[in-house]
T-cell receptor
Framework: ETGVTQSPTHLIKTRGQQVTLRCSSQSGHNTVSWYQQALGQGPQFIFQYYREEENGRGNFPPRFSGLQFPNYSSELNVNALELDDSALYLC????????????FGPGTRLLVL | SQKIEQNSEALNIQEGKTATLTCNYTNYSPAYLQWYRQDPGRGPVFLLLIRENEKEKRKERLKVTFDTTLKQSLFHITASQPADSATYLCALDMESQGGKLIFGQGTELSVKP
């Protein structure tokens, strides 16, 4: 059991809407990374937060934004949703520095219509 | 930019045989290479990590090799079981990128009884 939880499990939105996805990291973990996984593909790195500061970002537009809170939980916000944003969104937490083993949550399945 | 290739074809093997999965990458070698298992509808689960100065790593029935000359990692599951059926992802941790993981597209393994 990894201890990383995500909510909601599934979500349906329409184009142009905004969405907020949530992640609770495993106890003792101070780093959270977010990934987008399209069907049949590997996860793609969106960004990472370490002790509440953004610590690296992948090739995603600014309408993908995030936050990390003092208890190390995190949010991923996506504005102006597009059809291609339909995917499984994964959160991963790790302990100590950013390069420790990452523990993934079950993901949030987002469908944009 | 860094590219990762895993066997795109699904791998079907008989129970008891050894499964060998391949991960090839371009450009410069990562500081770390990791292997994950992912079941349908679930987040990836960490299996093994190998560092650039290590040639081989073992854990129970799992073995990973890392050849920086060939720019390749091989992942072996010995005495395979139907419960090993899943998608296996390789991920590169590029130290210069601040610890983000770059994933391959995954190889689906099916172990038949």
């Amino acid at each position: 059991e990894t201890g990383v939880t995500q909510s909601p499990t599934h979500l349906i939105k329409t184009r142009g809407q905004q969405v907020t996805l949530r992640c609770s990291s495993q106890s003792g973990h101070n780093t959270v990374s977010w990934y987008q996984q399209a069907l049949g593909q590997g996860p793609q790195f969106i960004f990472q937060y370490y002790r509440e500061e953004e610590n690296g970002r992948g090739n995603f537009p600014p309408r993908f934004s995030g936050l990390q809170f003092p208890n190390y939980s995190s949010e991923l916000n996506v504005n102006a949703l597009e059809l291609d944003d339909s995917a499984l969104y994964l959160c991963a937490s790790s302990s100590r520095g950013p390069r420790e083993t990452q523990y993934f949550g079950p993901g949030t399945r987002l469908l944009v219509l | 930019s860094q590219k990762i290739e895993q066997n795109s074809e699904a791998l079907n093997i008989q129970e008891g045989k050894t499964a060998t999965l391949t991960c090839n990458y371009t450009n410069y070698s990562p500081a770390y290479l990791q292997w994950y298992r992912q079941d349908p509808g679930r987040g990836p689960v960490f299996l093994l990590l190998i560092r650039e100065n290590e040639k081989e790593k073992r854990k129970e029935r799992l073995k990973v090799t890392f050849d920086t000359t060939l720019k390749q990692s091989l992942f072996h599951i010995t005495a395979s079981q139907p419960a090993d059926s899943a998608t296996y992802l390789c991920a590169l941790d590029m130290e210069s990128q601040g610890g983000k993981l770059i994933f391959g597209q995954g190889t689906e393994l099916s172990v038949k009884p």
